[in-house]
């Protein structure tokens, strides 16, 4: 029963690389979503989408990008890694839209950018 | 801008007793209000919801209640025990989920 399955669970990186933070579920979920949690701010939303082919932004999109081609899979990529970066990163799906349902987490990945 | 705030960093209770944490948002516009617990190393995970037609909604030790003209919202725990120790995040949505910064919450035996 994998539910939501990141990788790699760390990783450091050189300010200026360039790397993909995978995300999938086996929920068969059409919501999923990246946050990153840093120290005092909680959880902010990067990116979501509400379905296969559909993404948008959330409150910190900058330096990130996402796709959506199949339902079960939302990667996450840094085109330039910044030390403003360096967070723990959680992907999330749910049932619905994610306005009402209940977001299942990964485990989470830890980013530090040097 | 944080549309939801959890003013309290940190929360130390006894083993037994209530353990209340709070949370204010500033978006008329949510309708839908989650509570979540997160342990170390792990990713958060469900804890109980509330919509905002309702004022309270009770599971087992943890319930929740909503004051929609205070636009603020709480969890009460009862009672307390040791292995509640852990982050606990406000969140709210509308269309997506905002999440509040968190509260660490220490039940002490």
């Known amino acids: 029963n994998a539910g939501v399955t990141q990788t790699p669970k760390f990783q450091v990186l050189k300010t200026g690389q360039s790397m993909t933070l995978q995300c999938a579920q086996d929920?068969?979920?059409?919501?999923m979503s990246w946050y990153r949690q840093d120290p005092g701010m909680g959880l902010r939303l990067i990116h979501y989408s509400v379905g296969a082919g559909i993404t948008d932004q959330g409150e910190v999109p900058n330096g990130y990008n996402v796709s959506r081609s199949t339902t079960e899979d939302f990667p996450l990529r840094l085109l330039s890694a910044a030390p403003s970066q360096t967070s723990v990163y959680f992907c999330?799906?749910?049932?619905?839209?994610?306005?009402?349902?209940?977001?299942?987490f990964g485990e989470g990945s830890r980013l530090t950018v040097l | 801008d944080q549309q939801v705030k959890q003013n309290s960093p940190s929360l130390s209770v006894q083993e037994g007793r209530i353990s209340i944490l709070n949370c204010d948002y500033t978006n008329s516009m949510f309708d839908y209000f989650l509570w979540y617990k997160k342990y170390p190393a792990e990713g958060p995970t469900f804890l109980i919801s509330i919509s905002s037609i309702k004022d309270k909604n009770e599971d087992g030790r943890f319930t929740v209640f909503l004051n929609k003209s205070a636009k603020h919202l709480s969890l009460h725990i009862v009672p307390s025990q040791p292995g509640d120790s852990a982050v606990y995040f406000c969140a709210a949505s509308e269309n997506d989920m905002r999440f509040g910064a968190g509260t660490r919450l220490t039940v002490k035996p």
């Open positions: 999330a799906s749910s049932v619905g839209t994610g306005g009402t349902g209940e977001l299942f």
């Open positions: 929920m068969n979920h059409e919501y």
